[in-house]
């Protein structure tokens, strides 16, 4: 199947499913699933989680921050 038939098929703009193939291929080495994109994207956090943490990181500064973020 072509790029131009799927579009037709699901009715996303062709342009937006080559996008859209693009970014996953810069996120996903070749032969990845979808259970590696879950390991980037890190830990689950609950509603408790994140009540706590977002009051937290307001008072960081931007090298903590930045820290925080990337843990």
Known sequence: MTATELAREVKIPQPTL???HAL???VMPQGGTPN???QL???V???GDKVR???AAERLSDNELGALLRR
Do not use: C, E, N
């Open 18 to 20: 080559s996008k859209w």
């Open 24 to 26: 996953s291929q810069a």
């Open 36 to 38: 590696d994109l879950k």
């Open 41 to 43: 994207a890190g830990p």
């Open 45 to 47: 956090r609950s509603a």
């Open 53 to 55: 943490i977002v009051p």
